[in-house]
């Protein structure tokens, strides 16, 4: 059997948490769907580590510092796991920000954004 739980928020952020029987002891997955940008710089992240636009990070304003998240294209299908270590987007309408190298491999580098999906991943 395969239980859905919805939690909407007040800064408009819907979350989705599946659950199913025989993965009762395992982490639920948390998944929200909007658009992502990516971001390069030489400064220094949110946690403090210097920004690599080859790393496989990502920025959300809300998860915590080492948090691992499927982000996956809806149009191609591609998909890469982040760590977040960084805050952001600041611009409405986004919900990650990834790092250079992973909108490379998502497929969307050319154009700057694309519509993702993101599951926290254990």
Known sequence: MRRVVVA??????????FGDAALAGKKAEVATSGMASYYGYSGRTANGERHSAKAMTAAHRSLPFGTKVRVTNVSNGRSVVLRINDRGPFVRGRIIDVSTSAAEILGFRKRGVAKVEIAVVD
């Open 8 to 17: 909407a928020f007040a800064t408009g952020a819907v979350f989705v948490a």
